[in-house]
């Protein structure tokens, strides 16, 4: 027995000494594509070059390494643009009839997810591609492409993942026309990065925003990201929305936070035409003509816009550090009793995402690799009541402090001056109160209504035309001058 004992105080104390080791080296962990193949037997082009066009150059992600699962940096030994381009030449060499063109990256991001016993590998790619005339380079078209893969250690995995996004991205150029190309403006090859392209996402002159950011969203099932971005939803669908009551979700420490807060189940049904309902898991999200609600680790969560992208409110993921300090405070009950977690389980707490709009996946927002705008707006939100079936007032809760109430024919304005921060916001009891969780959008101002009855307050997020009409009909019935 004692012989066993010195044998694990042995094991306990090695471990000890190698972990700060492992942890300065586990800082930085870079990716090698050398293993790595593309098959594109279809192909016209060969790529000559490969550009990093990403805002700001972030980091391209985060993985967890060693025993206690420090983060590591995702890197390219030898750089991002001469590492993928030599891996591109050597994996596409030129032929004579291949059509040279430049990959200007605008996303590439790999990360970690760890769940329990198994973890999960997700990696995301978007690039704009560029064909070189002999006056300079012209857009031809984007592409993008995601995959993710769960398995009990997923960081030897990014590699493939990284390969397998850039086959996938070239497949796509597959079905282009050069019998009668659609070519942007010659451009050098030193102003791509900076170039936005007239289908770029982002707001500006000359550019075109995609239809969900242009019209009202349809009714329907959007089985796929790009039917979302289309506004073309599968409307003969048939599904319906049931509310999940709040003790069957947000489990763990983090369930009190979303207390109030009201979550949507859909039930898919057979359509009109007598096809079966589509399995909940295959499905991108829905819209019931007027929210549109996003599927993200098994559960729905309402899209709320942002300029020209989409942000929601989910669960955090497993808190890591909670569960290296957990794993630690095992280690030395292990080695000299009982040991208690001088830690706080955050999984499960509310937090916001952002909707990357290349490739339908959701990320930290704000994107913790990227630094915040040197100057940010306030944001407004409107809260306003028509004449309901109550005279009560309803008190108004700003983050767990009361800032005002609402009367029938009353409206009430929040400015919220946090960038990219969650606004929580509860009507009625300030504990059972309905409760809404969100990121305002600073760049235009949001309305909510409000009504009553006996015995609930009902809320609905509302267009900017439809509530100036009603906010100058309040004013009217208070006799004052029209918005």
Same mark, same amino acid.
């Given at each position: ?23 300065? %080296? ?25 550009? /990093?066009?990403?805002?700001?150059? &972030? ?81 031809? *078209? ?35 026309? +050069? ?21 770029? @996402?982002? $707001? ?9 950011? *242009? ?29 999940? &009551? ?11 936070? +979303? ?39 098994? #559960?729905?969560?309402?899209?709320? %816009? ?19 300090? %957990? ?26 995402? $952002?909707? /990357? ?8 927002? &704000? ?30 809760? @700003? ?7 609402? @009367?029938? #024919? ?48 009902? +809320? ?6 439809? $509530? ?12 004052? &001058?029209?918005?």
């Amino acid at each position: 027995m004692l012989l066993l004992l010195r044998r694990c105080l042995i094991v306990f104390g090695t471990l000890a000494l190698l972990l700060p080791a492992l942890r300065v %080296r586990a800082q930085e962990y870079y990716l090698d594509l050398s293993h790595q193949t593309i098959t594109l037997p279809s192909r016209t082009v060969h790529v000559e070059q490969v550009v /990093d066009g990403r805002p700001g150059k &972030p980091t391209i992600g985060l993985v967890y390494r060693g025993l206690d699962n420090r983060a590591a940096a995702v890197l390219f030994r030898r750089g991002l643009e001469p590492e993928l381009t030599d891996f591109l030449r050597q994996q596409l060499p030129p032929r004579p009839n291949d059509h040279p063109i430049v990959l200007c990256l605008r996303q590439l991001r790999v990360g970690e997810l760890l769940n329990g016993t198994t973890e999960k590998a997700s990696a995301d790619l978007a690039a704009d591609v560029y064909v070189r005339l002999p006056d300079g380079y012209h857009f031809m *078209r984007s592409v993008g492409a995601h995959t993710s893969s769960r398995a009990l250690e997923t960081t030897r995995l990014h590699p493939a993942h990284v390969a397998l996004l850039l086959q996938q991205c070239l497949e796509q150029l597959t079905t282009y026309s +050069w019998e009668k190309p659609q070519l942007g403006p010659a451009l050098t090859l030193p102003q791509l990065p900076a170039h936005s392209p007239g289908i770029s @996402l982002t $707001a500006g002159p000359g550019t075109e925003l995609p239809a969900i950011l *242009r019209e009202a969203p349809r009714r329907g099932v959007y089985r796929t990201f790009a039917q979302f971005l289309t506004n073309k939803p599968d409307t003969l669908a048939a599904f319906r929305l049931d509310t999940l &009551p709040t003790r069957r979700w947000g489990g763990g420490p983090g369930r009190a936070l +979303w207390l109030g807060t009201v979550r949507f189940e859909p039930k898919l049904l057979a359509d009109g035409a007598g096809q079966p309902a589509p399995a909940l898991r295959e499905i991108w999200g829905l819209s019931d003509g007027q929210r549109v609600l996003v599927q993200y680790e098994k #559960n729905f969560y309402h899209l709320q %816009r942002q300029a020209d992208f989409f942000t929601f409110v989910g669960e955090k993921p497993q808190d890591l550090e909670y569960l290296r300090a %957990r794993a630690d405070a095992q280690m030395r009950a292990g080695a000299v009793g009982v040991a208690q977690v001088r830690a706080i389980d955050h999984s499960g707490e509310p937090m916001a995402y $952002a909707l /990357d709009m290349r490739s339908g996946q959701p990320g930290a927002y &704000p994107n913790p690799l990227r630094a915040a705008p040197a100057q940010t707006d306030t944001a407004y939100v409107y809260l306003y009541r028509p004449a309901d079936g109550s005279v009560a007032a309803v008190p108004v809760f @700003l983050q767990g402090q009361q800032v005002g109430q609402l @009367l029938p #024919n009353e409206y009430l304005e929040i400015p919220w001056p946090y960038y990219a921060q969650l606004m929580s916001l509860r009507l009625g009891p300030p504990i059972t109160g309905a409760r809404q969780l969100f990121v305002p959008d600073a760049t235009r101002l949001s309305y909510l209504k409000v009504q009553t009855d006996a015995t609930t307050v009902h +809320w609905e997020w509302v267009s900017a035309g439809q $509530a100036e009409a009603d906010l100058d009909a309040i004013d009217r019935q208070r006799h004052l &001058p029209s918005r």
